[in-house]
Structure formats: C-alpha cells, structure tokens
C-alpha cells in the first residue's frame, strides 16, 4: 500500500479528530487515574482528580459559553439549558446520556441513563476505588456561570443503582462575578 497524505488527511473529518481527541483525552484520564492510584493510593487519585476537574470544568464551561455566545444566564432554567449543553459537548451521546432541568429558581435536576465513566471504571475493575467526580464538574460549572451551590449525588450506578440521579440545590449568583 503506498500511503498518500493527502488521501489520509481527507479521511480525517472535523468529527472524526474530535472523536480521536475525545477519545485520547478520557484514556489519559483514565490512565493517569490508575497510575496515580497505583503509585500513591486511590485517596490520594480521587482527590487530586476532584480537585483537578473542578478547576478544569472551570475553563472549559468559560470557553463554552464563549464560542456559544450564551452569557449571560441570568436564570435556572438556562442555566440547567446550559449544563445539558455542557453535558453533550463534552460527553456526547453515546458516551453519556443525559439531560439537566431546573426544578425552581434555586435548584436543578440531572438524569444520566449511560456514562461512559461508569462503563470504563467497572472494566477497569476499580468500581470500590473510583469517587465519582461528577458534582466537583459541576460546581466548577456552575462558578463559570456565576452560581454557587450544592450538588449531592441521589442515584449512581457506580453504587449500582440503573441511572445517575444529582441535584444542584442552594443556587444562588457569585455576589463578585459578572453574569457569562
């Protein structure tokens, strides 16, 4: 076969290199959940990895909003519009399937039917070592909108239950930030 990079560069779509980078990201995620559980024990991974992604849910919920033009979210209800979009662009179906959904003007509401987490963390055999990291995303999320509050997981798989169930109660705005 004689390869021509022009050819091999047409083949790789804008989905498909997003689908590669995705894909690449969440396996060195994973990897380097292990191999810092391994080296310095699962305590140690879950809260570096929490404290990580919190920061990090930061960033990318600020570039969202962003390249989207959505700011500012000035409501619970677009502000559970926008972590559902956050959900999709960064867990697209299949990986995840889920929805968000204000329930008043203080809380919100959120049902993952599949996560690929949960999927990779029962392969990997580390279901009792993994914290779920879900509600350090999303209140990183919601500070990048300018909210604070409280999420507590009611449902996960991860603790065998068939869907994840979370709740975001106590929203209220940053009184220093300006709404996104």
Same mark, same amino acid.
């Given at each position: 076969?004689?390869? !021509? @990079?022009?050819?091999?560069?047409?083949?790789?779509?804008? !989905?498909?290199?997003?689908?590669?980078?995705?894909?690449?990201?969440?396996?060195h =995620?994973? $990897?380097?959940?292990?191999?810092v559980? *391994?080296?310095?024990?699962? =305590?140690?991974?879950?809260?570096?990895?929490?404290?990580?992604?919190?920061?990090?849910?930061?960033t990318?919920?600020?570039?969202?909003? %962003?390249?989207?033009? &959505? #700011?500012?979210?000035?409501?619970?209800? %677009?502000?559970?519009?926008?972590?559902?979009?956050?959900?999709?662009?960064?867990?697209?179906?299949?990986?995840?399937?889920?929805?968000?959904?204000? *329930? !008043?003007?203080?809380?919100?509401?959120?049902?993952?039917?599949?996560?690929? *987490?949960?999927?990779?963390?029962?392969?990997?055999?580390?279901? #009792?070592?993994?914290? &779920?990291? &879900?509600?350090?995303?999303?209140? #990183?999320?919601?500070?990048?909108? #300018?909210?604070?509050?409280?999420?507590?997981?009611?449902k996960?798989?991860? $603790?065998? =239950?068939?869907? &994840?169930?979370f709740?975001?109660?106590?929203?209220?705005?940053? @009184? !220093?930030?300006?709404?996104?």
């Open positions: 076969m004689s390869v !021509d @990079p022009h050819e091999l560069r047409a083949r790789l779509t804008a !989905d498909v290199r997003e689908r590669i980078m995705r894909e690449n990201w969440h396996s =995620d994973a $990897r380097w959940f292990l191999k559980g *391994v080296e310095c024990g699962f =305590d140690v991974a879950n809260r570096l990895n929490q404290s990580t992604l919190r920061s990090m849910a930061k990318e919920m600020r570039r969202l909003i %962003d390249a989207s033009g &959505c #700011g500012p979210i000035e409501t619970t209800e %677009d502000l559970a519009k926008v972590l559902g979009l956050a959900m999709e662009v960064y867990f697209p179906p299949p990986m995840l399937e889920g929805e968000a959904e204000a *329930v !008043d003007e203080s809380s919100a509401r959120g049902t993952v039917t599949r996560c690929l *987490v949960h999927e990779e963390v029962t392969k990997a055999g580390v279901q #009792g070592l993994y914290e &779920c990291a &879900c509600p350090y995303r999303h209140l #990183g999320w919601l500070e990048a909108c #300018g909210y604070s509050g409280k999420v507590e997981i009611l996960s798989m991860l $603790r065998g =239950d068939p869907v &994840c169930e709740a975001i109660t106590e929203l209220s705005r940053l @009184p !220093d930030e300006k709404p996104r």
